[in-house]
């Protein structure tokens, strides 16, 4: 074909560029996406430099299994990429792993027989999929399923297609698991062939990392059986190159020092804010809202003026953290890092379908100190896959054991509540300088936002957004230190720099307040917001019923200052009914004084009915004083209330969903099943709604 003159310009361009990536960016910036090579461009998908046909993508890449992830916290990514690795490593196979959303599924009947695509997704909130899984899950759950090809769900499109499934749920939610058996029923509908069975994790039980091992070995023999593959002996092989730079400073404005994108990075952070790319919010006020001395429960206004961010009552606002000074300092020091902690490295992945979950060029200290989640529960698997890298011999067996006898494992570090570092610390006082830094990559998890429900009203406050947050700080009994919630504690120490307390960081967690570069300094913290289906009905003169114990409390102080806004401004608003639970009134009512106004201003419509805990000698809850109140319960639902569940979802929420199917059955004289359905049917129409973790 000839060349015109844009397809020249395209292509100098492409050749600077590959110059400015082959020379590791000594005369220009590394391009962010080394996939897009002149080959690609030149067929013609210059734009992106990527394909969403994952045929494709496979056949270019020469890789015959994808492991698909629908990820909301990071843990079914994490599953993912380890599935793949194992498969790479124990069973020959070229795989690859794959972010749902970057991939169309309209060619999926094109899927060739010979290869195999896994999928790993998290379910949701109330049976919904993963923000990444939304498209996917409503192109094969819908009604009229069509592919490129122009076959239908009814002729078994999917006859090609061999897959493999795992899910990851929570049995205390309605809807367990809910995604992976939606999927799973539906691709077998098609007529795909799933091997192995499909796996369900559940978080709710504490045991997903069990249930995900306990799954997994069956299924590799049968995949073996399906493909033919063999086992074979494994040595690491790292996903991840990771090369120090001599000629790179920490200064070097190319050089991401916690940054989440490259305009942060840049000093020109701008909007569309959203959960890739957070808006780095001014903390405008916070204050304690307990008044003992060993707990703590944070109420903070964050301030998103002039940042086009806007948020509705009863959405979520995400936190994204930074990781404890102490904890950075434990784990580079554990993995022999502390002394070259602000050396520049660049990761790049050694396979081009290797998507690199840090940006680089980086340094040590600020990959562990803001990329990676150095503080969660540790997996079996992972501290298994540190003992070819052990300082000694007595150390690594010591750790085959731990890899191989579960219940060992769980005495000596799952029970102890310990980090990976504090782990390692336990077993040996010497550094395990020789893990690679790919290792620890592969192994841990992106650090992840957290999420809270918003504790304000958009309407009242349209650009200050309230949380109130428990700091989560637990010596839990056996354990021989206290676990500290990573975002919390944060958020404590910015309290605390905010306010001049007088002994700030009581714990010697040394957070880097001011951020990379400064940029957060003046107390801001990067922020996105998440919108929810839990919401307030949009006829105020509607009743509500809401529960929420505790910091369940939040989203109600938001609909409370909402309803009372609008009572004062004359609108009619119903009644409003509140049961809130916590130990004590005089320590932890949260928004008491605040509650007590609104009462004063809107009368008998607002009711606050109290549960505490440890006042009297029995253990009062929310769902006592709900039984207490099943006439009035009752009669509010006759008038079509809503009823609102938030907090706690193990306990709490599943007490009250029983509690209200009873209240229901006795008051209307009907058998218990029946109050059960009610319920039921409440939650499908939408005027049951819970927000609960
Ligand atoms: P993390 O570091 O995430 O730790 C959480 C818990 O895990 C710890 O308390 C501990 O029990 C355990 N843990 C931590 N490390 C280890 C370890 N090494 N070994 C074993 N166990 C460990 N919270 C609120 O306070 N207010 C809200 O309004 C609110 N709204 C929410 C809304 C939604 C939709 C969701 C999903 C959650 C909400 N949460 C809310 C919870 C919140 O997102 C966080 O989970 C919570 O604040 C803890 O975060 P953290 O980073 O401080 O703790």
Excluded at 126 to 139: H, I, K, L, M
Excluded at 275 to 297: G, M, Q, W
Excluded at 432 to 440: Q, R
Aim: charged letters at 25%; glycine letters at 8%; aromatic letters at 10%.
């Amino acid at each position: 074909a000839q060349l015109d003159t844009l397809d020249l310009i395209v292509l100098v361009a492409l050749l600077v560029g590959s110059v400015a990536y082959f020379t590791k960016g000594t005369y220009w910036a590394v391009p962010k996406d080394p996939y897009a090579s002149s080959a690609v461009a030149l067929n013609g998908a210059a734009k992106s430099g990527k394909t969403r046909n994952i045929v494709e993508k496979m056949d270019e890449t020469g890789k015959n299994c994808v492991i698909f992830y629908g990820s909301q916290t990071g843990t079914a990514e994490d599953y993912a990429s380890r599935l793949a690795k194992e498969g790479s490593q124990r069973f020959g196979l070229k795989t690859m792993v794959a972010d749902i959303e970057d991939y169309d599924y309209e060619n999926l009947d094109q899927f060739p027989e010979d290869k195999v695509a896994f999928f790993v997704l998290a379910t949701y909130g109330e049976g919904e999929p993963t923000d990444n899984a939304v498209e996917f899950y409503q192109f094969l759950t819908g009604d009229d399923v069509a592919f490129e090809s122009g076959a239908t769900a009814d002729d078994s499109p999917l006859s090609s297609l061999k897959y493999v499934a795992f899910g990851l749920g929570n049995n205390t939610y309605e809807h367990y698991n809910a995604m992976v058996r939606r999927i799973d029923t539906a691709l077998t509908k098609m007529g795909a062939q799933r091997i192995g069975t499909a796996g369900e994790g559940d978080d709710g039980a504490g045991t997903m990392e069990e249930d995900f091992l306990a799954w997994k070995e069956p299924m590799w023999t049968a995949l073996s059986d399906a493909m033919g593959l063999q086992e074979r002996e494994t040595t690491y092989e790292p996903v991840f190159s990771v090369v120090e730079s001599e000629d790179k400073s920490p200064e070097d404005e190319t050089v991401y020092l916690g940054e989440p994108t490259a305009a942060h990075r840049a000093g020109q952070p701008k909007g569309p804010y959203s959960a890739h790319n957070p808006y780095i919010a001014p903390i405008v006020e916070s204050r304690e809202l307990f008044t003992v001395k060993d707990r703590n429960c944070l109420h903070m206004e964050i301030s998103i003026a002039g940042s086009n961010l806007s948020y509705q009552t009863g959405d979520h606002i995400a936190i994204w953290p930074t990781n404890a000074g102490a904890e950075v300092d434990r784990f580079l020091q554990v993995f022999g890092l502390e002394n070259k902690r602000h050396t520049v490295i660049d990761i790049k992945g050694i396979d081009v379908t290797a998507k690199v979950p840090i940006p680089t060029p980086t340094t040590y200290d600020a990959a562990v100190r803001y990329y990676m989640e150095i503080c969660a529960p540790v997996s079996r698997q992972f501290v298994s896959s540190l003992a070819p890298f052990a300082p000694d011999e007595q150390i690594k067996a010591e750790i085959t054991r731990l890899g191989n006898d579960k219940d060992y494992f769980h005495e000596k570090i799952a029970n102890q509540c310990f980090t990976i570092a504090q782990a390692l610390q336990a077993l040996s006082p010497n550094p395990f300088s020789a893990v690679p830094f790919s290792l620890l990559i592969e192994g841990l998890n992106k650090l992840q936002p957290r999420y809270y429900s918003i504790s304000s009203s958009s309407a009242v406050q349209k650009d200050k957004i309230s949380i109130t947050a428990v700091v989560e700080s637990v010596r839990l009994p056996g354990a021989s230190h206290i676990v500290k919630g990573v975002t919390t504690n944060y958020l404590l120490a910015l309290k605390q720099k905010q306010n001049g307390d007088p002994f700030p960081d009581p714990h010697g967690m040394t957070y880097a307040i001011t951020g990379p570069r400064n940029k957060y300094d003046g107390i801001h913290v990067p922020v996105h917001v998440r919108h929810s289906n839990f919401k307030l009905p949009s006829d105020p003169s509607k009743p509500i019923i809401m529960v929420g114990p505790g910091t369940g409390v939040a989203p109600f102080r938001g609909f409370i200052q909402e309803r009372a806004a609008l009572a004062a401004k004359g609108e009619k608003v119903g009644t409003t009914v509140l049961f809130f639970g916590c130990r004590k009134r005089d320590e932890d009512f949260l928004y008491q004084d605040e509650f007590k106004a609104y009462q004063e201003q809107m009368g008998d419509s607002l009711k606050i009915i109290t549960a505490f805990s440890r006042e009297g000698s029995n253990k009062v809850y929310v769902q006592h004083r709900l039984k207490e109140h099943a006439e009035l319960v009752s009669d509010l639902l006759k008038q079509k209330a809503n009823f609102y569940v938030c907090g706690d979802a193990a306990n709490m929420a599943r007490e009250v969903n029983i509690v209200l199917g009873h209240i229901l059955a006795e008051q209307r004289g009907m058998p218990s099943d029946k109050g059960e359905e009610m319920v039921k049917h409440m939650r499908s129409s939408g005027s049951y709604q819970e927000d609960v973790w």
